[in-house]
């Protein structure tokens, strides 16, 4: 029972270029949240995501950034023209349902480093 | 969601009983406690969850008070691997959109020999 799944582990972008980030959730689970860890600061909540629909992006900077969860494969993070700032853990988190019965179960994470 | 209060670090010997605890005075009668850790910069891991009972699992046992002003996590038998920090969070049974987890400083805990 394959847990999240996250791709890269490590990715590595000159300023300006382009950083993608996928997650697979957990099978089952159709709910799915990403969340940013900036160095030596806590987990902040980025966008909220269903299949196909954003329910939640209060946590997404205003530009640059965008996420989708198509109907078939991984949700996607895009963060575009990356700027040093950018440089933190990426960790998505997938859940059955959206209640607070429903356990959120996190990847590992992808370490965007940029240069 | 109530705002959760927990000791910035602690420390436990190897072997002894961590007990974590988290004050959420102003948690409502709807919304649960969660308990989550993250070892080093791995992903958060899920541990344990309640309403108003307590719980326990395999990795640990969940104490809410009676008033469900706090709640304590308990390790029983701490190895060096429960070195992480430690979040504490509430969460509304119905959370709507609202459903994202918001995450605070946490306790770092540290088990030694």
């Known amino acids: 029972n394959a847990g999240v799944m996250q791709n890269p582990r490590h990715l590595v972008r000159r300023r300006g270029q382009e950083a993608r980030l996928r997650c697979s959730p957990m099978k089952g689970h159709s709910h799915v949240y990403w969340y940013r860890q900036l160095p030596e600061e806590g987990l902040k909540f980025m966008v909220y995501?269903?299949?196909?629909?954003?329910?939640?992006e209060s946590g997404m900077p205003k530009e640059r950034f965008s996420a989708e969860f198509p109907k078939e494969g991984p949700s996607i993070l895009r963060i575009q023209q990356v700027v040093r700032g950018d440089s933190a853990a990426y960790f998505c988190a997938s859940s059955p349902g959206a209640s607070g019965i429903d356990t959120q179960y996190f990847g590992p994470g992808t370490r965007l480093t940029v240069l | 969601d109530a705002k959760t209060t927990q000791p910035p670090s602690m420390d436990c010997a190897e072997g002894r009983a961590a007990n974590l605890p988290c004050n959420h005075s102003t948690i409502s009668g709807n919304e649960y406690v969660y308990w989550y850790r993250q070892i080093h910069s791995q992903g958060p891991q899920y541990i344990i969850h309640?309403?108003?009972n307590n719980e326990t699992n395999e990795m640990a046992s969940l104490i809410i008070t009676e008033d469900r002003k706090s709640s304590t996590l308990i390790l029983p038998h701490a190895t060096l691997r429960d070195t992480a920090v430690y979040y504490c969070?509430?969460?509304?049974?119905?959370?709507?959109?609202?459903?994202?987890?918001?995450f605070g400083t946490g306790t770092r805990l540290q088990v030694t020999l």
């Open positions: 969070i509430v969460r509304p049974i119905n959370t709507g959109t609202a459903s994202k987890l918001t």
């Open positions: 309640g309403l108003k």
């Open positions: 995501l269903q299949k196909e629909n954003i329910i939640d």
